[in-house]
């Protein structure tokens, strides 16, 4: 299984992005897929979930600003960004969890990809 995020790059204060999320050797519609970010000396957090059951839920700090949605026939999940802020700085990366929770421990993960927003 392996899991890749793209989409990154450096822009502006209240600039939009669109992050992907693509797997192989997994099904990303059979399980959750979370989105996490870890900023420059700081612990990772979790910002976005969906479930099996197509329910999502978001970190206070990024509710209202992103979307997390799945493309079932891409095998793709999306984080959408949009009035990014520079504390959103960080490097995003997406999981899988297999029960389907977003409560559980996630099992997969993949490389990240770096957001740089400039004031």
């Known amino acids: 299984v392996q899991l890749q995020a793209s989409g990154g790059g450096s822009v502006q204060t209240e600039d939009s992005l669109r992050l992907s999320c693509g797997a192989s050797g997994i099904i990303l519609n059979n399980v959750a897929v979370g989105w996490f970010r870890q900023a420059p000396g700081k612990e990772r957090e979790g910002i976005a979930c969906?479930?099996?059951?197509?329910?999502?839920s978001y970190r206070d700090s990024v509710k209202g600003r992103f979307t997390i949605s799945r493309d079932n026939a891409k095998n793709m999940v999306y984080l959408q960004m949009k009035d990014l802020k520079p504390e959103d700085t960080a490097v995003y990366y997406c999981a899988a969890e297999s029960l389907g929770t977003c409560r559980s421990a996630y099992d997969y993960w993949g490389q990240g990809t770096l957001v740089t927003v400039s004031s």
């Open positions: 969906i479930s099996t059951g197509a329910f999502t």
